[in-house]
């Protein structure tokens, strides 16, 4: 029967790249509800609203793999950073942080990262949860717990490995959070609330993973010298689980290490024909963090980005700090706690080589509650689609594309996101192929990226004319085929 209902909208007269990694093809995108009703030539068809988008790419949402959304979702609803570059689905809960479940007045550092005074308040992960879909936020989210969250729960004294019985009390918060729909767990044992944690100790926090579908996601214990070994005991925790896991942000931090990747994409590719495993990373030579005193991350330039008892400092860049205070810059981290920075610490070609391996995904990293913060919060999108895929040619566009939509949407299990196709969710980004670019430098870190058009979430339009709505469509994801 032919389908003669009214379409909601129809986007007309664009260029439909549906991120499945092909190439884009002329076609209107008729939505009803919240999904995409059809994809085609839709010229004689009836729709309450028809939208000119000739020009113009309709691509799905931009899903941020990586995300230290958990807690800005709840105060910040609008998600300007994040909906004002096309992302409309946030992965929470990465580098072994997450908001829940913890009630804590004053968390260690790097959980310090997501808290605005008072925000670790939620003991169990379905609070969090609950919460969100309470007062949604504009885009959807897909949320993991932090190991290092649910060691600040329940250890006592985090610098040392966890006893059988802290590991039995992680691992039943572990299978609260997943029950209660978390989609994972994510691990941070290059920070210090987790580099005590062994092995054996994640892999029996992870259990839960298993029965429940879930994902295994980790900030490794060294992105530096030796990351191999790190990237082995990556490998172990996946396979003695049994579970997908994501390295997270890959980078090869420190001088000496610069063209390693190579070596690290190589033994990634081998094991990705053994077991399932994907990998994120964001586009930029720099990283950010807590301020912290390694020896890899102060070797470059660093840029401090808030810091507590010194908050006239943000912005400034630790060696000048250091040489008007006459001292080293290893002495002047211990005074700046708690603080943040960001670390130029990455050769371009690891960058490039790392972008262009086809299984890499895009995920910001990017961290809201910084005063001054790294601009990847605001740019990475657009940097890939613009600077790395349009001005380098590093990868065609419906492959820039689909390294942020289709790719990740089925690594992470999101099912009907990610692409444009008739039945799926309406979550759309239309933007200029010629004119996208990131705005946002470490200059003018906040400067909103060029050449987005409009974005759609669940079927809601959520930023049209360089502005937000006023509307909060966003949902808590699961994990795994729809409901
Ligand atoms: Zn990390
Ligand atoms: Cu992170």
């Not at 925790?237 to 994409?265: M, Y």
Request: overall charge negative; proline content about 8%.
């Amino acid at each position: 029967m032919p389908d003669t209902q009214p379409y909601d909208y129809i986007l007309a007269g664009g260029t439909v790249i549906d991120g499945s990694n092909t190439p884009g093809v002329k076609a209107d995108v008729g939505v009803r509800g919240d999904r995409v009703a059809a994809v085609g030539d839709l010229s004689g068809a009836a729709a309450r609203e028809r939208v000119d988008v000739s020009g113009l790419v309709v691509a799905p949402g931009f899903i941020d793999s990586h995300t230290h959304d958990d807690n800005y979702l709840l105060r910040r609803r609008d998600m300007t950073p994040k909906i004002s570059q096309g992302v409309t689905t946030v992965v929470t809960g990465n580098c072994g942080i997450s908001l829940a479940p913890l009630a804590h007045p004053a968390p260690p550092a790097p959980l310090d990262l997501l808290d605005e005074g008072g925000s670790y308040k939620f003991t169990r992960f379905a609070d969090y949860l609950d919460a969100l879909r309470a007062t949604p936020a504009a885009v959807n989210a897909a949320c993991m717990v932090g190991h290092s969250t649910l060691r600040a729960a329940v250890m006592p004294d985090l610098h040392r490995p966890a006893t059988p019985t802290e590991i039995d009390a992680m691992r039943a918060l572990a299978e609260e959070a997943m029950a209660s729909g978390a989609i994972g767990v994510s691990t941070g044992t290059f920070y210090p609330p987790a580099a005590h944690a062994t092995t054996e100790e994640i892999i029996e926090v992870c259990r839960p993973l298993a029965t429940h579908g879930g994902i295994y996601a980790t900030h490794m214990r060294d992105e530096g010298e030796h990351i191999v070994p790190a990237l082995e005991e990556t490998f172990r925790i996946g396979r003695e689980l049994d579970v997908p896991v994501v390295i997270s942000h890959h980078k090869l931090a420190g001088q000496p290490n610069f063209g390693r990747s190579t070596e690290t994409l190589a033994l990634i590719e081998r094991a990705m024909a053994a077991q399932d495993v994907s990998l994120d990373a964001y586009p930029y030579v720099a990283g950010s963090t807590m301020l912290k005193k390694d020896r890899v991350l102060l070797a470059g330039r660093v840029v401090i980005t808030w810091c507590k008892p010194f908050p006239e400092l943000t912005g400034r860049e630790l060696d000048e700090v250091a040489a008007e205070r006459g001292k080293s810059k290893y002495d002047l981290v211990d005074e700046l706690q708690p603080a943040g920075a960001i670390y130029f610490m990455m050769d371009e070609g690891d960058v490039q080589r790392i972008l262009s391996f086809p299984p890499t995904m895009i995920g910001s990293d990017g961290l809201p509650h910084d005063e001054r913060p790294h601009p990847r919060l605001w740019g990475t999108f657009p940097r890939v689609l613009g600077h790395y895929s349009r001005d380098l040619g590093l990868f065609p566009l419906e492959t820039a594309v689909w390294k942020m939509t289709g790719l990740t949407a089925a690594k992470f299990g999101l099912a009907g996101r990610g692409q444009v196709q008739p039945g799926c969710y309406a979550d759309l980004t239309v933007f200029d192929p010629a004119r996208i670019a990131d705005s946002a430098s470490f200059e003018r870190p906040t400067e909103r990226a060029a050449g987005i058009h409009s974005v759609y979430v669940n079927g809601a339009p959520v930023w049209r004319e360089q502005a937000f709505t006023g509307q909060h469509p966003g949902r808590v994801l699961g994990r795994g085929p729809e409901a």
